[in-house]
Every structure is written in C-alpha cells, then in structure tokens.
C-alpha cells in the first residue's frame, strides 16, 4: 500500500491526499510531528519537509512530483491533459497556487494561530495527546508573532498576503464563471490543487480532516464569511464532494472551539 508521510493540516499534504482519493487509490497516512517527527523522516529519506510519498521502495517527494508521479505510474483518472495547451494551462495554473495560494493561506494561518489560544489547540488533529495539546495552547501568542517576524512574516506582509488571498479567490471565481473546472468541462490537477490549497481559508464542510468537527466550514472571518467568495467555495466543496473520501468516524474533542478566527 502506498505510504503518505504528511502533517493533517499541511495544504500540500492536503493536495497529494485530494490526489490519491481522485484517483481511486489506497494509503496510509504517516503523521510527522514538527521537530523531532521531521528528523526521522530525514533519517528514511533524506527530506525534511512533507509530503512525502512512499511507493514500494521509492520515496517521492514534493507535491507537483508526486502529482506527476501518480499520474505515469497509475494512469487512471488522470491528472494532467495530453493535449497541448490545456495540458499548459493545467502546470500553469497549478504552479500558481502553489506559489500563491499556498504561501499566502500559510501567512493568514500563522496570524490566527498567533492571536488565538483556543484555535491553536483546536487545529491539532483530533488524535493528539492531551499532554502536548495543553502544550500548544499555553504557548504565547507573543512567542509566535516573534517567530513570524523573525522569518519575514510582519503584520504588513501578513496583510498584504491576505489582500492577496482575496483577489486571487476572485480571479478563480470569474475562470469558472463560464465552465465546471478550471480548464473546460473535465477535473484535472489545477482543480485538485486550488481546492486543497484553500483548505486553510475555510475548512471543507464534510468530515476530510483529522480536526474536530465544529471547526468544519470555519476559517478567516475576512474570507470565510466574504459573500463575494460564496461561489468559490461552493465549487470548492463540489470538488470535495465528488472526488474526496471522507475520514471514518472522527469525534471531536471535548471543550470549547472558535467560530471563525478575525486577524487584527
């Protein structure tokens, strides 16, 4: 069976599952924990990062390679078009959100985590020892927007990333005005991708993530509750209904969990 080594709440571990249930195929999800999770798996594979796919003896690495990996190896349902400029347009747009919506959806989701305690905690898969939940929520939101500002990450820059987050979600709104996909009238990665990738903005509906439930449908207040994005996120969650497979019986944890997260 393939092996998926990937963080719940990583979009690009997000977008190779989106991949895998799209395709019909069998996994096991390897959970690595920030730290000391990420030096084993650098002792397997020589990668820090995830996602990380495992096939057999060889380890695939990279979201966009695994993509294409997938698509050579399984063929079926597949991902990436054959004809020419559709198969340009797909690795473009897919390029593109994960250059812009997935970094900027990173940025938006540090400053929640920083200014919120309770959405801290509620963010850590529903699995995780009570022991190291308490831990996550006593950390100091301060502690972390020093984090932020020591990688770049400012208020300004934080800002700008969701200023840009937003024309972005209307940029994919009006591709879609005249078509069911991004591309033409059939689902290929550049749908996949831009629907994994919003998965930080607002939490799909169904029961996709190792979260608690009432954190589905939730997400930042200045986007997730914007009428200007309702369409995307109903195409969004159409993509989710149609080709991802929802978790088995997820209880969520006792106590209480935000609404949606506002970022001063």
């Given at each position: 069976?393939?092996?998926?080594y990937?963080?719940e709440?990583?979009q690009?571990s997000?977008?190779?599952r989106?991949?895998?249930d799209?395709?019909?195929?069998?996994?096991?999800?390897?959970?690595?924990?920030?730290?000391?999770g990420q030096?084993?798996?650098?002792?397997?594979?020589?990668?820090?990062?995830?996602p990380v796919?495992?096939?057999?003896?060889?380890y695939?690495?990279?979201s966009?390679?695994i993509a294409?990996?997938?698509d050579?190896t399984y063929?079926?349902s597949?991902?990436?078009?054959t004809e020419p400029?559709?198969r340009a347009?797909?690795?473009l747009?897919?390029d593109?959100?994960?250059e812009s919506?997935?970094?900027k959806g990173r940025?938006?989701?540090?400053?929640?985590?920083?200014?919120d305690?309770?959405f801290?905690?509620?963010?850590?898969?529903v699995?995780?020892?009570d022991?190291?939940?308490?831990?996550?929520?006593?950390?100091?939101?301060?502690?972390?927007?020093?984090?932020?500002?020591?990688?770049g990450?400012?208020t300004d820059t934080?800002?700008?990333?969701?200023t840009?987050?937003?024309?972005?979600?209307?940029?994919i709104?009006q591709?879609?005005?005249?078509?069911?996909?991004?591309?033409g009238?059939?689902?290929?990665?550049?749908?996949l991708?831009?629907?994994?990738?919003s998965?930080?903005?607002?939490f799909?509906?169904g029961a996709?993530l190792?979260?608690?439930?009432?954190?589905r449908?939730?997400?930042l207040?200045?986007?997730?509750?914007n009428?200007d994005?309702?369409a995307?996120?109903?195409?969004?969650d159409?993509i989710?209904s149609q080709?991802r497979?929802?978790?088995?019986g997820?209880?969520?944890?006792?106590?209480n969990?935000?609404?949606?997260?506002?970022?001063d």
């Amino acid at each position: 069976m393939l092996e998926l080594y990937q963080w719940e709440l990583s979009q690009f571990s997000e977008k190779v599952r989106l991949i895998l249930d799209y395709k019909g195929l069998e996994y096991r999800k390897i959970e690595v924990a920030p730290g000391i999770g990420q030096l084993e798996l650098f002792r397997l594979t020589g990668q820090k990062q995830v996602p990380v796919l495992k096939d057999g003896n060889r380890y695939i690495f990279d979201s966009t390679e695994i993509a294409k990996y997938l698509d050579s190896t399984y063929p079926d349902s597949p991902l990436i078009p054959t004809e020419p400029k559709k198969r340009a347009l797909t690795l473009l747009l897919e390029d593109w959100a994960d250059e812009s919506m997935g970094v900027k959806g990173r940025k938006a989701l540090f400053a929640a985590i920083s200014q919120d305690q309770n959405f801290r905690k509620a963010l850590l898969p529903v699995s995780t020892p009570d022991i190291l939940r308490n831990f996550v929520e006593g950390v100091p939101g301060d502690f972390l927007s020093v984090l932020g500002f020591g990688v770049g990450w400012t208020t300004d820059t934080v800002n700008a990333a969701i200023t840009g987050l937003k024309q972005d979600l209307e940029i994919i709104t009006q591709l879609l005005a005249d078509s069911p996909y991004l591309t033409g009238d059939e689902p290929t990665l550049a749908d996949l991708a831009v629907a994994s990738l919003s998965m930080l903005l607002k939490f799909p509906e169904g029961a996709y993530l190792d979260l608690p439930v009432s954190l589905r449908g939730k997400g930042l207040s200045s986007i997730a509750d914007n009428p200007d994005y309702e369409a995307f996120f109903a195409w969004r969650d159409r993509i989710y209904s149609q080709f991802r497979k929802p978790l088995p019986g997820i209880t969520p944890p006792v106590g209480n969990a935000p609404t949606n997260i506002n970022i001063d």
